[in-house]
C-alpha cells in the first residue's frame, strides 16, 4: 500500500529523517528537462515510500517550492541522476547514486524498473509529451519502489562526492545553454527522434551522459550525437550563434600536454607539442607541413598505440613508459587501478596499454572540469556562453558587448597550468 501526500499540512507531518530517497518523474521522461514540468516525486524515508503528487489527475497537486523546502530539511537525500533531478529542484546535498552505483560496481546496471503499463503507455502514446499524467500513480509508486529496493544498499558508501558534484553542475550549465538553430540546414541534415522533445524557439539542446567508467562524458540526445557530427558534409552549418560569432579554443596536443603536466615534465607552450617533438624525430629545427603531419602519427602512436623502443631516448616518452609499467604492476597487485578522480576500476581482459588509456581519459576530464569550474565564474554577468565541449575544445557564442580583453581571459584560464590553445572563429560551427 503506498500513501498520496497532497496537502504542505500532510509533508510537514512525514516523519523527520536524517537520509530519505527521491525519485522525480516529468510529464515525459523523453523530453529535453528543460522542455517540460515534473509530474509527481516519489519519497522514501528508508522506512516507507510515498507519492507527492504535482501535476497528476489522482491527487492534489503540491507545490514544488514545498516539496523542495521539505527536502532541503533533510540532510542526505539519495536520487539517481542528480544533474536531471537539478533541472527541477535545488538540493545541494543530493547525493547521486549511479556514481556510487559505477564506483562499486564498475558499470551503470539496467533496473528494469518499468512496469507493463508504463511500458504499454509509452508505446501507444510516446509522442506525447504529458505521458506520465495517463499512466496510475500507482504503477509510478511500483516502478519507483523497485528503483530504491535496487539502489538502497549502495547508500552510505558514496565517496568523491564534491569532485561529482562539480562535474555535474558544470556539465549541466554547459547543456542548458542550448545551441541556436539555422532550421532550415538542421531539417536537411538532422533527424532527430521527435523533434519536440530537444527543439523549441529555434533551440536544441543536448544532454551529457556523464555515467561513463572513465568520466568522460558523451553527449547524445534525442537520435543526434553531438560529438561526432561530420565535418566535411555541411551539416555542422545547422548551428549558428545566437549572440554575435562562434569561437571555438581548442587545445593542443591535449593528452600529451596533459600527462606531461601530470609526470612533471611540462612542454614549452610557445609553439606546438607535435612540432617541438617533431624537432626531435626528424633531428632539424624546421618542419615541412608532411613532417608536421607525421610528426603527429608518429606521437599519437605513441599514445594510444605504446611506446616504440626507438623513441624511448625522449624523456617523457620514457617516463610515460615507466609510468606505464608502474601502473600495470599496481594493477596486477591491488586489482584494480585509481583514476584521477577517485574512482577504482577494474578493467576486463585489462592491459597495460588500455588501463593507460583508461587513464588519461579520466585526466582529461578531470581538467575539464577543473577548467570549466574556473570558466563559469570567468562568464558570471556576460552575454556571452560557452554551448557546446567536445574533448579538447570548446565551443563559444561570443557576443561582441563582452570585448576582445574577455576572450584572452578565456584563453589565459584555459591555458593556466601549462596548456596551449587555439582559436578559430565564424559565423556558424562549420569552421
Same mark, same amino acid.
Not at 512525514?14 to 515525459?28: A, M, R, V
Not at 539519495?78 to 560496481?105: I, M, R
Not at 588500455?354 to 577548467?371: H, P
Given at each position: 500500500?503506498?500513501?498520496?501526500?497532497?496537502?504542505?499540512?500532510?509533508?510537514?507531518?512525514?516523519? $523527520?529523517?536524517? $537520509?530519505?530517497?527521491?525519485?522525480?518523474?516529468?510529464?515525459?521522461?523523453?523530453?529535453?528537462?528543460?522542455?517540460?514540468?515534473?509530474?509527481?516525486?516519489?519519497?522514501?524515508?528508508?522506512?516507507?515510500?510515498?507519492?507527492?503528487?504535482?501535476?497528476?489527475?489522482?491527487?492534489?497537486?503540491?507545490?514544488?517550492?514545498?516539496?523542495?523546502?521539505?527536502?532541503?530539511?533533510?540532510?542526505?537525500?539519495?536520487?539517481?541522476?542528480?544533474? !536531471?533531478?537539478?533541472?527541477?529542484?535545488?538540493?545541494?546535498?543530493?547525493?547521486?547514486?549511479?556514481?556510487?552505483?559505477?564506483?562499486?560496481?564498475?558499470?551503470?546496471?539496467?533496473?528494469?524498473?518499468?512496469?507493463?503499463?508504463?511500458?504499454?503507455?509509452?508505446?501507444?502514446?510516446?509522442?506525447?509529451?504529458?505521458?506520465?499524467?495517463?499512466?496510475?500513480?500507482?504503477?509510478?509508486?511500483?516502478?519507483?519502489?523497485?528503483?530504491?529496493?535496487?539502489?538502497?544498499?549502495?547508500?552510505?558508501?558514496?565517496?568523491?562526492?564534491? !569532485?561529482?558534484?562539480?562535474?555535474?553542475?558544470?556539465?549541466?550549465?554547459?547543456?542548458?545553454?542550448?545551441?541556436?538553430?539555422?532550421?532550415?540546414?538542421?531539417?536537411?541534415?538532422?533527424?532527430?527522434?521527435?523533434?519536440?522533445?530537444?527543439?523549441?524557439?529555434?533551440?536544441?539542446?543536448?544532454?551529457?551522459?556523464?555515467?561513463?567508467?572513465?568520466?568522460?562524458?558523451?553527449?547524445?540526445?534525442?537520435?543526434?550525437?553531438?560529438?561526432?557530427?561530420?565535418?566535411?558534409?555541411?551539416?555542422?552549418?545547422?548551428?549558428?550563434?545566437?549572440?554575435?560569432?562562434?569561437?571555438?579554443?581548442?587545445?593542443?596536443?591535449?593528452?600529451?600536454?596533459?600527462?606531461?603536466?601530470?609526470?612533471?615534465?611540462?612542454?614549452?607552450?610557445?609553439?606546438?607539442?607535435?612540432?617541438?617533438?617533431?624537432?626531435?624525430?626528424?633531428?632539424?629545427?624546421?618542419?615541412?607541413?608532411?613532417?608536421?603531419?607525421?610528426?603527429?602519427?608518429?606521437?599519437?602512436?605513441?599514445?594510444?598505440?605504446?611506446?616504440?623502443?626507438?623513441?624511448?631516448?625522449?624523456?617523457?616518452?620514457?617516463?610515460?613508459?615507466?609510468?606505464?609499467?608502474?601502473? !600495470?604492476?599496481?594493477?596486477?597487485?591491488?586489482?584494480?587501478?585509481?583514476?584521477?578522480?577517485?574512482?577504482?576500476?577494474?578493467?576486463?581482459?585489462?592491459?597495460?596499454?588500455?588501463?593507460?588509456?583508461?587513464?588519461?581519459?579520466?585526466?582529461?576530464?578531470?581538467?575539464?572540469?577543473?577548467?570549466?569550474?574556473?570558466?563559469?565564474?570567468?562568464?558570471?554577468? $556576460?552575454?556571452?556562453?560557452?554551448?557546446?565541449?567536445?574533448?579538447?575544445?570548446?565551443?563559444?557564442?561570443?557576443?561582441?558587448?563582452?570585448?576582445?580583453?574577455?576572450?584572452?581571459?578565456?584563453?589565459?584560464?584555459?591555458?593556466?597550468?601549462?596548456?596551449?590553445?587555439?582559436?578559430?572563429?565564424?559565423?556558424?560551427?562549420?569552421?
Amino acid at each position: 500500500m503506498y500513501y498520496i501526500v497532497e496537502t504542505k499540512e500532510q509533508l510537514d507531518r512525514l516523519p $523527520k529523517t536524517d $537520509k530519505c530517497f527521491i525519485d522525480l518523474i516529468s510529464l515525459s521522461e523523453e523530453t529535453h528537462p528543460l522542455l517540460t514540468t515534473p509530474c509527481t516525486l516519489y519519497y522514501n524515508d528508508f522506512e516507507k515510500g510515498y507519492m507527492l503528487p504535482i501535476n497528476h489527475s489522482e491527487g492534489f497537486p503540491l507545490s514544488l517550492e514545498d516539496i523542495q523546502d521539505f527536502l532541503l530539511s533533510i540532510p542526505k537525500v539519495y536520487l539517481l541522476d542528480k544533474k !536531471w533531478h537539478s533541472y527541477f529542484l535545488y538540493l545541494p546535498q543530493a547525493v547521486d547514486l549511479y556514481f556510487t552505483v559505477l564506483d562499486v560496481e564498475g558499470e551503470i546496471k539496467d533496473y528494469n524498473c518499468g512496469t507493463p503499463v508504463h511500458l504499454d503507455y509509452c508505446n501507444k502514446f510516446k509522442y506525447l509529451e504529458n505521458v506520465n499524467t495517463l499512466i496510475p500513480l500507482s504503477k509510478h509508486y511500483e516502478k519507483s519502489e523497485c528503483l530504491f529496493n535496487s539502489v538502497k544498499k549502495y547508500a552510505g558508501r558514496e565517496s568523491n562526492v564534491e !569532485w561529482q558534484n562539480n562535474y555535474v553542475e558544470t556539465y549541466r550549465w554547459v547543456e542548458e545553454q542550448g545551441l541556436t538553430l539555422n532550421e532550415r540546414v538542421f531539417d536537411k541534415f538532422f533527424e532527430p527522434t521527435w523533434k519536440v522533445r530537444s527543439v523549441r524557439d529555434n533551440r536544441i539542446y543536448t544532454s551529457y551522459n556523464l555515467y561513463n567508467i572513465t568520466s568522460r562524458p558523451t553527449n547524445a540526445f534525442n537520435g543526434i550525437n553531438f560529438l561526432a557530427f561530420n565535418k566535411e558534409n555541411g551539416s555542422r552549418a545547422a548551428f549558428v550563434p545566437q549572440n554575435d560569432v562562434f569561437v571555438e579554443f581548442d587545445f593542443d596536443g591535449y593528452h600529451l600536454r596533459l600527462i606531461a603536466n601530470h609526470l612533471n615534465l611540462p612542454i614549452p607552450t610557445d609553439e606546438s607539442a607535435h612540432t617541438i617533438l617533431g624537432k626531435q624525430y626528424f633531428n632539424k629545427e624546421e618542419l615541412t607541413p608532411e613532417e608536421y603531419q607525421e610528426s603527429k602519427k608518429i606521437t599519437f602512436r605513441q599514445l594510444y598505440n605504446g611506446i616504440e623502443s626507438e623513441y624511448r631516448y625522449i624523456e617523457l616518452f620514457d617516463h610515460i613508459e615507466e609510468l606505464l609499467q608502474a601502473a !600495470w604492476a599496481e594493477y596486477k597487485r591491488q586489482g584494480h587501478l585509481m583514476l584521477p578522480n577517485g574512482r577504482k576500476i577494474r578493467i576486463e581482459n585489462a592491459t597495460p596499454q588500455k588501463l593507460f588509456n583508461y587513464y588519461v581519459q579520466c585526466l582529461e576530464t578531470v581538467n575539464n572540469v577543473k577548467k570549466l569550474t574556473a570558466l563559469k565564474e570567468l562568464f558570471k554577468g $556576460k552575454k556571452s556562453k560557452i554551448i557546446l565541449v567536445v574533448y579538447d575544445s570548446i565551443l563559444i557564442d561570443f557576443s561582441a558587448e563582452d570585448g576582445k580583453g574577455f576572450l584572452k581571459q578565456i584563453k589565459d584560464t584555459l591555458e593556466d597550468g601549462g596548456y596551449k590553445v587555439k582559436a578559430k572563429k565564424g559565423d556558424n560551427y562549420n569552421f
